[in-house]
Protein backbone atom coordinates (compact mmCIF):
# COMPACT_ATOMS: atom_id res chain seq x y z
CA UNK A 1 0.00 0.00 0.00
CA UNK A 2 1.66 3.17 -1.39
CA UNK A 3 1.00 7.17 -0.49
CA UNK A 4 3.03 7.70 -3.66
CA UNK A 5 0.08 8.54 -5.92
CA UNK A 6 -1.49 10.46 -3.37
CA UNK A 7 1.21 12.73 -2.30
CA UNK A 8 3.48 12.42 -5.87
CA UNK A 9 6.30 12.45 -3.47
CA UNK A 10 7.40 9.49 -1.56
CA UNK A 11 6.35 5.83 -1.24
CA UNK A 12 4.93 5.13 2.21
CA UNK A 13 5.52 1.46 3.99
CA UNK A 14 2.83 0.88 6.12
CA UNK A 15 2.59 -1.89 8.77
CA UNK A 16 -0.80 -3.16 8.62
CA UNK A 17 -0.18 -6.84 9.48
CA UNK A 18 1.83 -6.27 12.23
CA UNK A 19 3.99 -9.47 10.37
CA UNK A 20 5.57 -11.21 13.05
CA UNK A 21 9.33 -10.27 14.28
CA UNK A 22 10.64 -13.14 13.96
CA UNK A 23 9.89 -13.27 10.09
CA UNK A 24 10.97 -9.92 9.62
CA UNK A 25 14.29 -10.38 11.27
CA UNK A 26 15.21 -13.03 9.33
CA UNK A 27 14.42 -12.03 5.99
CA UNK A 28 16.69 -8.52 7.32
CA UNK A 29 19.37 -11.08 8.09
CA UNK A 30 19.77 -12.72 4.69
CA UNK A 31 19.86 -9.31 2.86
CA UNK A 32 22.36 -8.07 5.44
CA UNK A 33 24.48 -10.83 4.46
CA UNK A 34 25.08 -8.73 1.20
CA UNK A 35 24.64 -5.63 2.06
CA UNK A 36 25.86 -5.25 5.92
CA UNK A 37 24.58 -2.92 8.13
CA UNK A 38 26.55 -0.13 10.06
CA UNK A 39 24.55 1.51 13.04
CA UNK A 40 25.47 5.35 14.09
CA UNK A 41 24.23 6.55 17.42
CA UNK A 42 24.69 10.26 18.13
CA UNK A 43 25.07 10.51 22.13
CA UNK A 44 25.94 13.24 24.59
CA UNK A 45 27.73 11.15 27.57
CA UNK A 46 24.51 12.43 30.02
CA UNK A 47 22.74 10.02 27.50
CA UNK A 48 24.72 6.56 29.05
CA UNK A 49 23.76 8.01 32.79
CA UNK A 50 19.98 8.34 31.63
CA UNK A 51 17.52 5.16 31.65
CA UNK A 52 17.14 4.70 27.95
CA UNK A 53 20.87 3.91 26.30
CA UNK A 54 21.42 1.44 28.84
CA UNK A 55 18.19 -0.51 27.68
CA UNK A 56 19.11 0.63 24.06
CA UNK A 57 22.41 -1.61 24.18
CA UNK A 58 20.64 -4.37 25.71
CA UNK A 59 18.53 -4.81 23.33
CA UNK A 60 20.92 -4.07 20.55
CA UNK A 61 23.79 -6.60 21.55
CA UNK A 62 21.40 -9.45 20.86
CA UNK A 63 20.47 -8.38 17.08
CA UNK A 64 22.78 -10.55 15.32
CA UNK A 65 22.42 -8.84 11.35
CA UNK A 66 24.27 -5.16 12.75
CA UNK A 67 27.52 -5.37 11.71
CA UNK A 68 29.26 -2.31 13.49
CA UNK A 69 28.01 0.00 15.53
CA UNK A 70 29.64 3.15 15.72
CA UNK A 71 28.73 6.03 18.73
CA UNK A 72 29.65 9.34 18.40
CA UNK A 73 30.59 10.74 21.88
CA UNK A 74 29.87 14.73 22.74
CA UNK A 75 30.85 16.50 25.52
CA UNK A 76 32.65 14.11 27.62
CA UNK A 77 36.53 14.72 29.22
CA UNK A 78 39.21 12.14 29.01
CA UNK A 79 37.48 10.09 32.69
CA UNK A 80 33.86 9.98 30.55
CA UNK A 81 35.53 8.98 27.77
CA UNK A 82 37.19 5.90 29.47
CA UNK A 83 33.76 5.19 30.64
CA UNK A 84 31.81 5.23 27.99
CA UNK A 85 34.32 2.51 26.09
CA UNK A 86 33.47 0.32 29.41
CA UNK A 87 30.09 0.84 28.88
CA UNK A 88 29.79 0.03 25.03
CA UNK A 89 31.88 -2.65 25.41
CA UNK A 90 29.28 -5.31 26.08
CA UNK A 91 28.03 -4.74 22.38
CA UNK A 92 29.95 -8.20 20.86
CA UNK A 93 29.23 -6.46 17.16
CA UNK A 94 32.45 -4.56 16.20
CA UNK A 95 32.48 -1.14 17.27
CA UNK A 96 33.97 2.30 18.09
CA UNK A 97 33.66 5.08 19.98
CA UNK A 98 33.88 8.05 18.44
CA UNK A 99 35.23 11.01 21.09
CA UNK A 100 34.63 14.26 19.24
CA UNK A 101 36.38 16.37 22.07
CA UNK A 102 39.35 14.42 22.50
CA UNK A 103 42.60 15.54 21.36
CA UNK A 104 42.85 13.53 18.08
CA UNK A 105 39.53 14.27 16.58
CA UNK A 106 40.22 17.90 17.63
CA UNK A 107 42.92 18.24 15.51
CA UNK A 108 41.11 17.14 12.51
CA UNK A 109 38.71 19.47 13.37
CA UNK A 110 41.22 22.50 13.66
CA UNK A 111 42.92 21.29 10.21
CA UNK A 112 39.21 20.80 8.58
CA UNK A 113 38.22 24.48 10.03
CA UNK A 114 42.05 26.36 8.86
CA UNK A 115 40.25 24.84 5.05
CA UNK A 116 36.78 25.93 5.67
CA UNK A 117 35.70 22.22 5.82
CA UNK A 118 34.69 21.85 9.16
CA UNK A 119 31.12 22.30 11.29
CA UNK A 120 30.59 25.93 12.15
CA UNK A 121 29.44 24.50 15.56
CA UNK A 122 28.92 21.86 17.77
CA UNK A 123 25.79 19.87 18.28
CA UNK A 124 23.91 16.56 16.98
CA UNK A 125 24.32 17.86 13.30
CA UNK A 126 28.05 17.53 13.31
CA UNK A 127 28.07 14.32 15.47
CA UNK A 128 26.08 13.12 12.96
CA UNK A 129 28.90 14.36 9.97
CA UNK A 130 31.60 12.86 11.71
CA UNK A 131 30.13 9.50 12.30
CA UNK A 132 29.35 9.47 8.86
CA UNK A 133 32.95 10.08 7.87
CA UNK A 134 34.03 7.63 10.11
CA UNK A 135 31.64 5.02 8.28
CA UNK A 136 33.18 6.15 5.02
CA UNK A 137 36.34 5.63 6.32
CA UNK A 138 35.69 2.05 8.02
CA UNK A 139 34.47 0.95 4.68
CA UNK A 140 32.82 -2.00 6.17
CA UNK A 141 28.65 -1.89 5.66
CA UNK A 142 26.90 -1.05 2.57
CA UNK A 143 23.64 0.58 4.86
CA UNK A 144 24.29 3.09 7.21
CA UNK A 145 21.50 3.45 9.68
CA UNK A 146 20.71 6.11 12.48
CA UNK A 147 18.22 6.73 15.75
CA UNK A 148 18.51 8.71 18.61
CA UNK A 149 19.94 7.26 21.76
CA UNK A 150 17.26 8.53 23.79
CA UNK A 151 14.28 6.02 22.54
CA UNK A 152 12.86 4.93 26.17
CA UNK A 153 10.16 2.59 24.32
CA UNK A 154 13.05 1.17 22.04
CA UNK A 155 12.66 -2.46 20.72
CA UNK A 156 14.06 -4.44 17.94
CA UNK A 157 11.60 -4.34 15.65
CA UNK A 158 12.10 -0.63 15.17
CA UNK A 159 15.17 -1.26 13.39
CA UNK A 160 14.46 -3.94 11.49
CA UNK A 161 11.59 -1.93 10.17
CA UNK A 162 13.45 0.62 9.73
CA UNK A 163 16.62 -1.13 7.84
CA UNK A 164 14.34 -3.82 5.70
CA UNK A 165 13.64 -0.89 2.71
CA UNK A 166 17.14 -0.40 1.99
CA UNK A 167 18.59 -3.82 2.62
CA UNK A 168 16.15 -5.56 0.78
CA UNK A 169 18.13 -6.12 -2.58
CA UNK A 170 14.41 -6.44 -4.54
CA UNK A 171 13.18 -3.03 -3.47
CA UNK A 172 14.82 0.35 -5.16
CA UNK A 173 14.91 2.89 -1.76
CA UNK A 174 17.86 4.45 -1.14
CA UNK A 175 16.66 6.35 1.95
CA UNK A 176 14.29 5.57 4.33
CA UNK A 177 12.82 7.58 7.05
CA UNK A 178 11.04 6.71 10.01
CA UNK A 179 7.67 7.41 11.22
CA UNK A 180 5.19 6.83 14.35
CA UNK A 181 2.55 7.91 16.46
CA UNK A 182 3.73 10.40 18.83
CA UNK A 183 1.70 9.15 21.84
CA UNK A 184 3.17 8.70 25.68
CA UNK A 185 1.70 9.46 29.36
CA UNK A 186 -1.65 9.22 27.74
CA UNK A 187 -1.34 12.70 25.89
CA UNK A 188 0.07 13.77 22.43
CA UNK A 189 3.54 14.65 21.57
CA UNK A 190 5.70 16.06 19.16
CA UNK A 191 4.64 19.39 19.39
CA UNK A 192 7.49 20.46 17.06
CA UNK A 193 6.46 18.44 14.45
CA UNK A 194 2.22 18.95 14.96
CA UNK A 195 2.70 22.97 15.92
CA UNK A 196 5.08 24.44 13.98
CA UNK A 197 6.35 22.22 10.72
CA UNK A 198 2.92 21.13 9.70
CA UNK A 199 1.20 24.77 9.72
CA UNK A 200 4.36 26.01 8.71
CA UNK A 201 4.63 24.83 5.12
CA UNK A 202 1.24 25.23 5.23
CA UNK A 203 1.50 28.74 5.37
CA UNK A 204 4.18 29.03 2.77
CA UNK A 205 1.49 27.35 0.40
CA UNK A 206 -0.82 29.72 1.24
CA UNK A 207 1.11 32.88 0.64
CA UNK A 208 3.97 31.83 -1.46
CA UNK A 209 1.94 29.53 -3.90
CA UNK A 210 2.46 25.64 -3.94
CA UNK A 211 5.84 24.30 -4.25
CA UNK A 212 7.68 21.58 -4.93
CA UNK A 213 9.85 21.02 -2.19
CA UNK A 214 6.88 22.32 0.35
CA UNK A 215 4.84 19.43 -1.21
CA UNK A 216 7.66 16.90 -0.79
CA UNK A 217 8.15 17.68 3.42
CA UNK A 218 4.86 17.85 3.48
CA UNK A 219 4.63 14.23 2.36
CA UNK A 220 6.57 13.06 5.07
CA UNK A 221 4.43 11.93 8.30
CA UNK A 222 7.19 12.55 10.57
CA UNK A 223 9.66 15.01 9.07
CA UNK A 224 11.47 15.11 12.23
CA UNK A 225 12.22 11.81 13.39
CA UNK A 226 15.65 11.15 14.44
CA UNK A 227 15.60 7.73 12.66
CA UNK A 228 16.58 6.59 9.32
CA UNK A 229 18.58 4.37 6.94
CA UNK A 230 20.16 4.61 3.44
CA UNK A 231 23.00 2.73 1.17
CA UNK A 232 26.09 3.85 1.83
CA UNK A 233 26.78 5.16 -1.59
CA UNK A 234 24.62 8.59 -1.23
CA UNK A 235 26.50 9.29 2.19
CA UNK A 236 29.27 11.36 0.16
CA UNK A 237 27.16 13.82 -1.39
CA UNK A 238 24.32 14.86 1.77
CA UNK A 239 25.34 18.39 2.93
CA UNK A 240 24.02 18.79 6.58
CA UNK A 241 23.10 21.47 8.99
CA UNK A 242 25.08 20.98 12.13
CA UNK A 243 22.15 22.64 14.11
CA UNK A 244 18.52 21.14 15.25
CA UNK A 245 18.07 21.56 11.18
CA UNK A 246 19.52 17.91 10.87
CA UNK A 247 16.50 16.41 9.69
CA UNK A 248 15.00 19.17 7.44
CA UNK A 249 18.41 19.05 5.49
CA UNK A 250 19.02 15.22 5.38
CA UNK A 251 15.21 14.89 3.65
CA UNK A 252 16.18 18.35 1.67
CA UNK A 253 19.58 16.48 0.47
CA UNK A 254 17.95 13.56 -0.67
CA UNK A 255 15.56 15.18 -3.04
CA UNK A 256 18.45 17.11 -4.56
CA UNK A 257 20.44 14.36 -5.35
CA UNK A 258 18.05 11.48 -5.61
CA UNK A 259 15.26 10.22 -7.55
CA UNK A 260 11.91 10.79 -5.14
CA UNK A 261 10.90 7.57 -6.03
CA UNK A 262 13.72 5.54 -4.12
CA UNK A 263 13.07 7.67 -0.55
CA UNK A 264 10.62 5.99 1.75
CA UNK A 265 8.87 6.52 4.62
CA UNK A 266 8.17 3.34 6.71
CA UNK A 267 6.06 2.84 9.86
CA UNK A 268 8.50 1.56 12.64
CA UNK A 269 6.63 1.61 16.13
CA UNK A 270 2.92 1.07 17.12
CA UNK A 271 4.78 2.99 20.61
CA UNK A 272 7.14 5.71 20.61
CA UNK A 273 8.48 7.78 23.60
CA UNK A 274 11.82 9.63 24.03
CA UNK A 275 13.08 12.59 26.14
CA UNK A 276 10.86 15.74 26.08
CA UNK A 277 13.12 18.81 25.28
CA UNK A 278 11.83 21.84 27.68
CA UNK A 279 10.13 24.65 25.32
CA UNK A 280 12.74 27.02 26.99
CA UNK A 281 10.55 30.21 26.05
CA UNK A 282 13.06 32.38 28.46
CA UNK A 283 16.24 31.26 26.54
CA UNK A 284 16.14 31.05 22.44
CA UNK A 285 19.75 28.75 22.67
CA UNK A 286 18.03 26.26 24.26
CA UNK A 287 15.18 23.27 23.91
CA UNK A 288 12.05 23.76 21.66
CA UNK A 289 12.60 27.57 21.05
CA UNK A 290 16.51 26.79 19.37
CA UNK A 291 15.24 23.80 17.76
CA UNK A 292 12.00 25.71 16.22
CA UNK A 293 14.22 28.75 14.93
CA UNK A 294 16.94 26.20 13.11
CA UNK A 295 14.00 23.89 11.66
CA UNK A 296 12.52 27.13 10.02
CA UNK A 297 16.04 28.68 8.81
CA UNK A 298 16.33 25.48 7.43
CA UNK A 299 13.53 25.75 5.50
CA UNK A 300 13.71 28.93 4.35
CA UNK A 301 17.56 28.40 2.92
CA UNK A 302 16.27 25.67 0.61
CA UNK A 303 13.39 28.02 -0.58
CA UNK A 304 15.86 30.39 -1.24
CA UNK A 305 17.90 27.39 -3.35
CA UNK A 306 15.05 27.01 -4.52
CA UNK A 307 14.55 30.25 -6.45
CA UNK A 308 11.63 31.64 -3.93
CA UNK A 309 12.02 35.11 -3.24
CA UNK A 310 10.87 35.71 0.69
CA UNK A 311 10.83 39.12 1.88
CA UNK A 312 10.35 40.73 5.36
CA UNK A 313 6.71 41.42 4.11
CA UNK A 314 6.15 38.08 2.73
CA UNK A 315 7.30 36.52 5.83
CA UNK A 316 5.06 38.47 8.03
CA UNK A 317 2.38 37.29 6.12
CA UNK A 318 3.77 33.42 6.54
CA UNK A 319 3.78 34.20 10.63
CA UNK A 320 0.23 35.65 10.34
CA UNK A 321 -1.23 32.30 8.18
CA UNK A 322 0.98 30.29 10.19
CA UNK A 323 -0.40 31.66 13.47
CA UNK A 324 -3.94 30.89 12.26
CA UNK A 325 -3.43 27.38 11.43
CA UNK A 326 -1.89 26.30 13.76
CA UNK A 327 -4.55 27.51 16.52
CA UNK A 328 -6.66 25.72 14.24
CA UNK A 329 -5.20 22.70 14.63
CA UNK A 330 -5.24 22.62 18.14
CA UNK A 331 -8.62 22.40 18.06
CA UNK A 332 -8.22 19.13 15.56
CA UNK A 333 -5.78 18.06 18.08
CA UNK A 334 -7.74 18.38 21.19
CA UNK A 335 -10.30 16.49 19.33
CA UNK A 336 -8.61 13.71 18.36
CA UNK A 337 -6.78 12.92 21.60
CA UNK A 338 -10.37 13.09 23.50
CA UNK A 339 -11.79 10.64 20.45
CA UNK A 340 -8.93 8.51 21.53
CA UNK A 341 -9.60 8.72 25.71
CA UNK A 342 -5.91 10.99 25.57
CA UNK A 343 -5.69 14.22 27.22
CA UNK A 344 -4.53 17.65 25.72
CA UNK A 345 -3.97 21.02 27.36
CA UNK A 346 -4.70 23.68 25.36
CA UNK A 347 -3.30 26.39 26.97
CA UNK A 348 0.60 25.06 26.97
CA UNK A 349 -0.33 24.05 22.87
CA UNK A 350 -1.05 27.43 22.51
CA UNK A 351 2.04 28.93 24.12
CA UNK A 352 3.80 26.62 21.71
CA UNK A 353 2.60 27.93 18.95
CA UNK A 354 3.07 31.65 20.21
CA UNK A 355 6.61 31.08 20.69
CA UNK A 356 6.81 29.19 17.51
CA UNK A 357 5.24 32.41 15.81
CA UNK A 358 7.73 34.77 17.32
CA UNK A 359 10.59 32.53 16.33
CA UNK A 360 9.76 32.30 12.68
CA UNK A 361 10.26 36.17 12.26
CA UNK A 362 13.02 35.77 14.46
CA UNK A 363 14.91 32.75 12.13
CA UNK A 364 13.43 35.27 9.47
CA UNK A 365 16.14 37.98 10.87
CA UNK A 366 18.80 34.96 10.80
CA UNK A 367 18.39 34.76 7.68
CA UNK A 368 17.61 38.47 6.33
CA UNK A 369 20.41 39.97 8.36
CA UNK A 370 23.23 37.14 6.77
CA UNK A 371 21.73 35.80 3.46
CA UNK A 372 25.47 34.61 2.25
CA UNK A 373 26.02 32.41 5.01
CA UNK A 374 27.01 28.62 4.39
CA UNK A 375 24.38 26.59 5.68
CA UNK A 376 25.29 23.65 5.35
CA UNK A 377 28.73 21.39 6.58
CA UNK A 378 30.52 20.35 3.07
CA UNK A 379 29.80 16.84 1.72
CA UNK A 380 32.46 14.62 2.33
CA UNK A 381 33.18 14.09 -1.05
CA UNK A 382 34.54 17.58 -1.04
CA UNK A 383 36.63 17.29 2.03
CA UNK A 384 38.22 14.33 0.74
CA UNK A 385 38.87 16.22 -2.91
CA UNK A 386 40.89 18.73 -0.73
CA UNK A 387 42.44 16.22 1.95
CA UNK A 388 42.79 12.89 0.03
CA UNK A 389 44.37 11.55 3.25
CA UNK A 390 41.05 12.38 5.60
CA UNK A 391 39.73 9.41 6.03
CA UNK A 392 42.72 7.64 6.72
CA UNK A 393 43.68 9.92 9.16
CA UNK A 394 40.14 9.77 10.63
CA UNK A 395 40.43 6.21 10.96
CA UNK A 396 43.93 6.19 13.22
CA UNK A 397 42.37 8.51 15.08
CA UNK A 398 39.35 6.76 16.19
CA UNK A 399 41.70 3.34 16.07
CA UNK A 400 44.30 5.36 18.11
CA UNK A 401 41.60 6.28 20.82
CA UNK A 402 39.75 3.22 21.13
CA UNK A 403 43.30 1.49 21.63
CA UNK A 404 44.33 3.68 24.41
CA UNK A 405 43.62 2.37 27.67
Known amino acids: MSDFHQTGAITTLHNLTRRPLEELEAEVARFAKIRPVTLTLPSLFSELEGDALPHIIDVLKDIPYISEIYIGLDRADRAQFDYAKSFFSRLPQHHRVIWNDGPRMSAIHHKLDAAGLAPTERGKGCNVWYMMGYALAAQRGKVLALHDCDIVTYDRGLLARLIYPVVNPDFP ?18 RVCRLLVTPFLE ?11 TRYLSSFRYPLSGEFAMRMEVV ?39 KHQDLSPEDASRGLSRMSTDIVKAILRKLATEGLVISRA ?15 MIESYHADAVFNGLTLDRHKEEQAVELFAANIMNAGEVYFDNPSATPFIPNWRRVYDAWPDVFRDMAAAVEADNRDR
Open 203 to 213: ALEMTCGTHNY
Open 173 to 190: YLFSKGYYARVASNTLNG
Open 314 to 328: SLRSVKAAYYRNALD
Open 236 to 274: PDIRIPSDWGLEIGFLSELRRNTSQRQICQVDIADIYDH
